[in-house]
């Protein structure tokens, strides 16, 4: 672990939230087997895992290492114990601990995002018991049955710069886009999607005004006001024709912008040549690979929501963080030596933070699990507590 981002965690003291850099805080051997500093300031005392996933952990870190990768590479609760020989319970605690670490990383890394392409689509699963079994099932729930994860993706970087889980109605659709607008820049993204009707309301939202209509004739009300896009958003959809289930024909749909301004999008983009929502899609598979939870046609389901959604967070800072992404690698100019004897290697392995700026080099677990967010960033995460709400206490059950 760093102990150059170490910093004094009381947080009515002088030296609060500033690193050990600043020269507060030194060495001060160890305790319960764990090294600590003490703050000059204040006199206190921090061990060096505050801050970090490990912080108060009674096991080995070698072992809840292991057991996140196991979690995060589509193994389950029970077998992700069976792997690294403890309890169900035990690994669930672990799971919510890496959750809320993860949750926390993220937030602080996807900020000023200049996104010109946004993908948005939405992944099918279910909690506890599927929608159509809901109505003779013994416990029922309200967030029991289909479970939708609104993802927003950017292809160009390969990443997910939002996701959202519940129902598929339209306060989810208006939360994933402000969750979009809360990571982005000002530069409003080129969005495409299928032809769900809450992402044309749910754009409006961020990226809309309100207007007067002019009234019809002289007499009467004047019409309500309504939103109108802003004169940068365009937005196209892509329109799938089916027959007897199958896909038969594709075509789209300018919604927002003129057709004009669309091509011309397309013409600038690295990945797309026409619009279409292949590369979420895409995200889709790889999601339900590396994630249990995801999983077609097996009890590794979530049986509660809040689970479903810790799983998620932890699966996708190590898929942008650590997993290597093979269409962003980049050649070098000159070939790298690997471990033993090997060939060569000819290009860079690249992660989808990396893609996007956020990171500089391929972080492992212990990275991950070990990145200390700074103590400014956590006095403002009540700022954005109505987009990312907060959990309540552990509770185990899966």
Known sequence: MNWETLYCPHLDRQGYGKPSTAGLLVKNGSSRGEQQARCNACGGSVVL???????????????FDIAVRALVEGNALRATARIVQVDKDTVCTWLDRAARHCHTVMLSLWHNLHVRECQLD??????????AHLPGAKLYCATYGDAWVWVAFAPVWRLVLAFVVGKRDQANADLLLARVAHVTDNHIPFFTSDQLPEYTNAL??????????????ARGAYPKRRRRPLPGLLY???VKKRDKGRVVE??????????????????????SQTVNTSFVERDHLTQRQSNRRLTRRT????KELIWFEKQLWVSLAYYHLVLLHKRLQEPLRTPEPTRGSGSLRKRRPVTPAMAAGM???????????????SAAFL??????????PRWDELHHGS
């Open 299 to 302: 009890n590794g389901f979530s």
């Open 49 to 63: 895992s505050y801050g970090t996933a490990y912080y108060g952990l009674k096991a080995d870190q070698a072992i």
């Open 122 to 131: 939405a992944l099918w699963s279910f909690v506890h018991t599927k929608e």
């Open 359 to 373: 990171i500089d080099h391929v972080w492992t677990t212990n990275e991950l699990l070990s990145y200390r967010v």
């Open 250 to 271: 594709v075509s789209k749909q300018v919604v927002f912008g003129t057709p004009e301004a669309v091509a011309a999008c397309l013409a600038a983009s690295p990945v």
């Open 204 to 217: 409006l939202t961020p990226y809309g005004e309100w207007y007067q209509p002019e009234r019809q004739g």
């Open 379 to 388: 006095t403002q995460l009540y700022t954005i507590e109505h987009l990312f």
């Open 236 to 238: 196209a959809q892509v």
